[in-house]
């Protein structure tokens, strides 16, 4: 690859995410989260990890998607693995609330150790 490739991969990836970032936010456009939803997905595609964990909050969150904690859990642990601390805060909190595999247990306790291991990588890291 040439130099001008890199760069135009990278500022391919940027765009992605910014456009991303515009339509579930609304800022420059209308508020439009299946279209944030699309352009976080393209932007992950392309080894983001803020894109992984965006895309992880839509799926946390069912903004301009259902909810699905499996995909969550998969982007967090990404974001995480990308050095993304906001990535482990969040999967400590699904694995607090819902356990290790992010379904509701029938006596509402968590996975505490998975949550203590994730709030102590994003502690690590001042979060």
């Not at 392309?46 to 839509?58: E, G, R, V």
């Not at 699905?68 to 990535?87: C, D, F, M, R, T």
């Not at 969040?90 to 607090?96: A, C, F, K, Q, S």
Request: hydrophobic residues 35%; contains cysteine; charged residues 25%.
């Amino acid at each position: 690859r040439t130099l001008a490739d890199n760069y135009s991969n990278a500022v391919r990836k940027r765009l992605h995410y910014k456009l991303a970032r515009a339509y579930s936010t609304g800022r420059g456009t209308d508020l439009n989260l299946p279209a944030a939803l699309k352009w976080c997905q393209k932007a992950a595609e392309q080894d983001d990890p803020a894109a992984w964990f965006h895309l992880a909050s839509f799926y946390h969150e069912g903004r301009g998607t259902d909810t699905n904690l499996q995909e969550a859990i998969k982007w967090y642990s990404k974001a995480e693995a990308g050095g993304h601390v906001g990535a482990a805060f969040n999967l400590g909190l699904i694995h607090l609330e819902r356990g290790k595999e992010g379904e509701q247990k029938s006596t509402s306790v968590g996975d505490f150790e998975a949550a203590a291991d994730h709030f102590a990588k994003a502690a690590r890291k001042n979060h």
